[in-house]
């Protein structure tokens, strides 16, 4: 799994690399634009974008059309070995100072670029992996019985929205909707009250699959083209009202936010891990979404962080107030690979482009809560901030940052950059 192009030994010439979310060892794909100009592929390099379309020159002759595209759908179809061939060129490229004169005039501050969503989103859909997430909120309806009997053998999934998926940086227009408080009789329809973030992944479909042919565990891992930070918006008073029987609607598909850089599967290699072990009693997975090699190495060894600034704490000039901590691993319930084999087991095809979200990844310590909903007990328990404001959901003005990152004792740091969403009020 680990190549030459994770080697802690490489050194990018371009200085700002080093310790950052971006190093050499890192090297996620992204839509970009400058100014007034094109949509175009890039690469992070610590503070830059290395423009492609500048460097076509220096890459594979054969690659050189589905890297210019203003979306990814066409380079990721490829699958995982032209990602991996590419991704060695890139570290040759960025890693030896006799490259250093061609590309550095293909470097764009990253501080003035436009990051965009990097593929065409044929279909999104959103998983409920993280089974303290899961629990959690199952025990705010049903205290003595929270997870539901399929839970632990059927990774839940439903259809979200592609549409209304955006890149971080997107105002987060509060929405309208149906809300019935537990006191009133009928329901009446005005903004949400009760607006929540997910703290989630989303992972990037690489080579598809045919209709009617699953995708088994032992390929799963080689369709998924990268992952990113994603969160599910969630308006949990629509929800509560119109989620039964047929699950999430307008309580989530007015905006989903991502964080705009394809962190590819070879880049994460060194921070895999053992898939933690099943507690004592739970069901093995069926035969379908058993693989070795997948137990193995399924862990995603990623650090997740959410934080909180509220206009009044940015008036004050206070730091962020950090909402959760914890790792993906630690909150997963099926990994990765179980996620693809699980959704295209019925035949349904999954294309290149199609974004994938984890559902909450919370973990079981009150310290990595991956929503509102969690942290405030369903509101019943507002948290404090320094300001001393309170708050059970959010209010207009409030911004939550999401943030990743993989570390580990003899490998390089690498980030996933941020997913960032200010809430706007409804004028
Ligand atoms: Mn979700």
């Not at 002759?61 to 995982?80: T, Y």
């Not at 909150?331 to 199609?354: E, F, K, R, V």
Request: proline content about 8%; charged content about 25%.
């Amino acid at each position: 799994m680990i190549d030459a192009s994770n080697d802690p030994a490489l050194v990018s010439w371009c200085e700002s690399a080093q310790g950052s979310d971006f190093p050499i060892q890192n090297l996620p794909l992204g839509i970009f634009s400058a100014g007034e100009r094109r949509r175009r592929p890039g690469v992070a390099i610590g503070d830059f974008v290395v423009d492609l379309s500048a460097i076509a020159n220096l890459l594979d002759e054969d690659w050189r059309e589905d890297l210019s595209q203003p979306v990814l759908n066409a380079w990721l179809a490829r699958g995982a070995d032209a990602q991996r061939q590419f991704r060695e060129r890139l570290s040759e490229i960025l890693g030896d100072e006799r490259f250093r004169d061609d590309v550095e005039p293909s470097l764009v501050a990253q501080s003035e670029v436009r990051m965009h969503v990097p593929c065409l989103i044929g279909d999104y859909t959103d998983f409920y992996v993280g089974i303290h997430h899961a629990t959690n909120v199952g025990k705010q309806f049903r205290p003595d019985n929270p997870l539901l009997p399929n839970y632990k053998y059927v990774p839940i999934g439903y259809h979200g929205r592609a549409s209304s998926v955006r890149a971080s940086g997107e105002p987060v227009i509060r929405p309208l909707g149906q809300r019935k408080p537990a006191d009133a009789e009928v329901p009446d329809h005005g903004p949400s009250r009760r607006l929540d973030y997910e703290l989630e992944l989303g992972l990037w479909v690489g080579r598809g699959n045919e209709l009617g042919s699953p995708i088994p565990m032992a390929e799963a891992s080689d369709h998924i083209a990268g992952y990113c930070l994603l969160n599910d918006w969630s308006a949990r008073d629509l929800q509560a009202w119109e989620y039964q029987p047929l699950g999430p609607f307008l309580a989530k598909n007015f905006l989903t936010t991502i964080s705009p850089w394809v962190v590819s599967p070879q880049a994460l290699a060194p921070f895999r891990n053992a898939v933690p072990e099943r507690p004592v009693g739970d069901p093995p997975p069926l035969p379908y979404l058993t693989d070795e090699t997948d137990q193995r190495e399924g862990g995603l060894g990623v650090q997740l962080e959410a934080m909180l600034t509220t206009e009044a704490m940015r008036v004050a000039g206070l730091p962020p107030h950090v909402l959760s901590r914890g790792s993906a691993e630690a909150a997963m319930y099926w990994t990765a690979a179980q996620i693809i084999a699980h959704h295209s087991s019925n035949g349904c095809n999954l294309q290149p482009g199609d974004l994938i979200g984890t559902g909450t990844l919370s973990t079981e310590s009150d310290t990595g809560l991956g929503s509102l909903l969690e942290i405030s007990r369903g509101g019943k328990q507002p948290l404090e901030l320094a300001t001393g404001e309170t708050r059970s959901f959010l209010e207009d003005g409030d911004e939550v940052t999401l943030r990743a990152w993989c570390e580990k004792d003899g490998a390089v740091r690498i980030g996933f950059g941020e997913c960032v969403g200010r809430v706007a009020p409804r004028a």
